[in-house]
């Protein structure tokens, strides 16, 4: 398709993007071309858009950021099966090798060499967006595009959350960005006997609530160890989920759970973290499980169960909606703490 | 304690049962004495009370029969550590060696070498029940008698079905007795996406409702391969729960399960059953497993977790209520299919 | 490449199968050609071979049959990426959608819409294959042609065996085909305690020796209940690999087998099986699991594993070699029961 | 049994033990006497001796210390089942409470209240030994002293080597003390395609090769990363057991392993470990292991086959033996760092 379309640029080094005019994106033979219906800003976004130090090492610009995303086929490679114009999609951000050990046997959200729409070439924040016809995911027409547009993070949150054996447990989870409070519906939806909330933010443990939480906790004013150890009988959790990226809010964790639990971690430490791994992993008996990304395709039909049946409502955790036009309110959101998932229409 | 009770007593061979006056029975050091509270009455009571040829092979008259139950302690051994007079407790009817390769790996419910409280030895049809200490769980105050009663056959139900992979994935309940009627319940605790509950009585089908299941299916009326095929857009459910005892069920089930699904068998049939194992097992890449009692303690802890939480409100599932003395009435009810389970007080 | 190749090719519906001068396959873009220097014979080809049933009902001549092969790359296709000529390959014979659940959630084995090498299209009993470049496998270069053309059916019984929980468990392999005795020095390396081999052929039973059985036993002369309980105390075998097809063998492994044991089917059986599931699937809370095909690629690396580490030797299941002029020696000798593995050079 | 006995007891606090007579203990009816074939010195009694800052804190003598022993029962208490004077048997040195969630569920190791023979009560190095009936391990006869006392320590290396998937897996084994050197014999016996085996002490390494390593890397002389990276072809192994105790090692460890690779912990390290936690344990989908124990008695039926199948010789582990008079002797080599395990016979 030719023409020119708007797009988010970041357009130089240094913190902002801007709205400009470009020239819709030609494609390959393997790609399609997607007209975007519903976007959503990612913490990736917001780390390239304040130009932090992982930026200025990764970011080639110009660039059109944005990888979340929900819209319809208008164009088709010629060498693509399978997929059609009008077909309405969302899409796994991570473009993989396809050829290492980790693609080959089921664990491509590892591969070794891959690169990140919107980050290593262009995304989505835009009119139109050329992806590989190998990223493609088939969304159900009932599902709306601002929730479709979600399941790339909820997917982080569903890989994270059903990793461990939720149905009974007693879990916790450290830290209420977007990937924490999703992760509380999860794991409400998937039984948890007990759900625990845990930030330093009201407005956070707020929605945290409403996603199903049996219990919100400052960990600014209340001493989270004693409420969880007295309300779980001394026993701990059975499942903590580390989002916080906070190394006392980790630390914390480990003296809350039970013997022979379970721990996982999805979350960036901006510095090495110290642990005591005698008293809190080894003599506990305890599995720590690192999580990063969606396995392909198995993450994606878990997020696509859950948002289809109506088990999981993540309407709580969308609190900001603008045009691609206001995008730069939706930055400030983003960074004020006080949202949740902010989305950007095209 | 010395006295006379009551308690329901298979007297002789043959059909039936009597009420009568029996001694309050002794303890031994190991065990204690639990005032009953709540009964209720179990399909193995059904086969006792209607002497077929499995309780004519097995059972030795006279004998108290019953053994689910909720009730306090009145009485402790002397050599019991770690329970008091006054707690409330429910049992674990599978009284176990201890010393087998199964008993010392965690697989105990598959002793060699078990015996069953009202089916071995006395049971708990009766105003005073004695079981051995190492039998007993304690039960949360909050717990009504007749659920806590229910635990040991909703435990049957926990262990199947969560022994399965349930989250995010389509489930069958075959057969709406009431251990396919708490499995069906349980499966929707846990965050199946859809419970599929099937069965030949439309009263069973009507609780299964009530229970959690996105769809009933009457199989006298209904295609349920058709039906259940054409719902899960011809892929068909991930985890298929055999609870029905009916060959052809079985059978049917193997053709609406997708590849590589998984299978538990809770049944008792009454005949060998002939399968297709080359295209429904081999082919279909299908695992199949056999279910039977309650893992010690795990399965406990489970049905506890999800019954004080409120996850599994198993109120739909008590159809009838009867003082002891009009226990014909409740094995009536249990014979007519038009009943759940059926609570008896002393 | 142009020009005349031999081939061993079906001609015509009926029993038999004939060595003539084809062309050399056309490749595609997607495709690859590979010089053939070593194939063998399947069960598979067997059936083709002797055009019985499942073959009639399947086959449509003419077709270039086999599918078991390593070779050297010749010709590489325009769109394939990752391979050269010269590569030393061996290929997964089953062509996949690579669109379906089972796709896309590594269970590719269980594709609903493949199609098979040699059987659905043609084959590698020639000079030279054509075959997709999916489904190539990279070979080290130590391995030799005739063993890396059997990592095929390895694949199999590593599928197979490495579904269960090998490491100091008690294993019984009924059944001493080819694959059986793969299982066999599969279990032996992976560290079982005890593996039983069985089958009803002396000549068998011998190779099962050499590949590191603790035990041989000869079902026709040896009441192999008694033997296996006396010998494991009475408890039974861990696991249970059923690959002899035959329903009786099924049912009295299902006597053998420890309470709480594994099951594994990896057989085609002629008719329906009548199983006592109540008391010996459901009572002995046993797990059985169907079997079928090759993950890929995840059961190729732990084949390649095997082999490579030298901790498989394979060599004493290979029989009989043949120069492919002679394959009808190869079809005599695998349908006599007095073989292992047939190879066929070009 | 009346009478006297020599034993080593901790007789004060501060360094040291002495060779001396004692009463031979008078059992209680849950107990059993044994008398003393063969023990071997843990790293625990090496604490004890040297009286570092954790026996101060624990130790209160007069203290008969030891905990792994080969024996026969001489003597059975009045409610002991299922043992009789003359069975040659172990023991498992935690007495756990056996009424906590985790002895209720399998994870008698991770008991919140157990107690450790030798340490908080009187042990095994003595001619006669009284341990309750609930410790006990049934050993096969043909099964030598010195090797059956070493089941304890054996038994560690058993849960931390096979709670992760060895078979066709490379391993890394770094800390080559006793447990270290039984998991690189566990790991080849459990089918390990590689082991590697790490040190900094040439001695350790020359058995560590003994025990079946395929590579042993000096890491005072060696780039263990290069090394092990370029020999996995740069993926790196899949299991990486970290027995060594230091903070380096492990820091190390997590740089040679495979994106989605597996770790356990079985070490204790004197200080917190500082680790960067979002590049080598997020980003690379490690799974982390604490392991600490024995399961009750998985653990001893795989420790017991792995000795009784001959898969696993220990022998080379066994560097000195000396008569319970000598066991300076024993203590001074225990110090040395050149050597395995000391066994000492009374």
Known sequence: MNGKMKAIVKDKCGAGAVLKEVNIPQINPDDVLI???A??????????????????????????????????????????????????????????????????TGQAHLCHDYSILGVDFDGVFAD????????????????????????????????TTLSQDIST???????????????????AAAGAEKVYAIDVNDYRLGIAKKMGAYMTINSRDT?????????????GVDVFLEMSGNETALV????FIKYGGNVALLSVYPNKVSLDLSNDVVFQGLTIRGITGRRMWDTWYKTAALLNSGQLDVSH?????????RFEEGFVAMNSGESGKVILYP
Chains 1, 2, 3, 4 share one sequence.
């Open 169 to 187: 447990k007693t879990v916790a989870v450290m830290g209420c960005g977007s990937i924490g409070l999703f992760s509380v519906g999860i794991a």
């Open 128 to 159: 139109y967006a050329r992806v590989p016809a190998t990223n493609l995911w088939r969304n159900k027409v009932t599902l709306s595009p601002e929730v479709a547009s979600l399941q790339d993070p909820i997917g982080n949150a569903v890989l």
């Open 223 to 235: 001493d989270v160890i004693d409420v969880i150890m007295e309300d779980t009988y001394n026993e």
């Open 35 to 37: 007209e975007v219906q």
């Open 39 to 104: 976007t959503s800003i990612c913490g990736t976004d917001l780390h390239i858009y304040n130009w932090d130090n992982w930026a200025a090492n990764r970011i080639d610009p110009p660039l059109v950021i944005g990888h979340e995303i929900a819209g319809k086929i208008v164009e088709v490679g010629g060498r693509v099966e399978g997929w059609d114009v009008g077909d309405y999609v969302s899409i796994e951000c991570h473009k993989i090798c396809g050829r290492c050990y980790q693609c080959r």
């Open 317 to 325: 955790v969308i609190t900001h909606k603008f045009p691609m036009e």
């Open 252 to 255: 914390n964790g480990l003296k």
